[in-house]
């Protein structure tokens, strides 16, 4: 499985942008589906957003249009940038690596974490 050690989270404003990074190691991280999750307390982990191994992403409906993901697999990074930044986006971002899709859905059964990055969004 992947190491992943996830980067650049932190207080910000409301309307502020902040750029998360993901950097994972190990042979399958290039080859695998791999996104970013949040869990505010007291909520279950929420998919954020994901990218495919051929670029394809896919989006929490909350985030469109307000968070791109992006991947350099050359430097197995994976990205998440963040704008317009709201108080409900409020959470600790956790990097995932190996997900799968299952119809409409993406699963992590088998999915490596990273330790999660705090981000708080102030009102």
């Known amino acids: 499985q992947a190491q992943l050690v996830e980067s650049g989270g932190g207080l910000v404003r409301a309307g502020g942008s902040l750029r998360l990074s993901c950097e994972g190691s190990?042979?399958?991280?290039?080859?695998?589906?791999g996104g970013w999750y949040r869990q505010a307390p007291e909520n279950q982990r929420e998919m954020v957003a994901v990218?495919?191994?051929?670029?394809?992403?896919d989006y929490t409906d909350s985030v469109k249009g307000r968070f791109t993901i992006s991947r350099d697999s050359t430097k197995n990074m994976i990205y998440l940038q963040m704008n317009n930044l709201r108080p409900d986006d409020t959470a600790v971002y956790y990097c995932?690596?190996?997900?799968?899709?299952?119809?409409?859905?993406?699963?992590?059964?088998?999915?490596?974490w990273g330790q999660g990055t705090q981000v708080t969004v102030s009102s």
């Open positions: 990218i495919t191994t051929n670029g394809t992403t």
């Open positions: 190990g042979d399958s991280f290039s080859r695998n589906a």
């Open positions: 995932a690596n190996g997900l799968t899709r299952y119809g409409s859905r993406w699963l992590a059964l088998f999915a490596s």
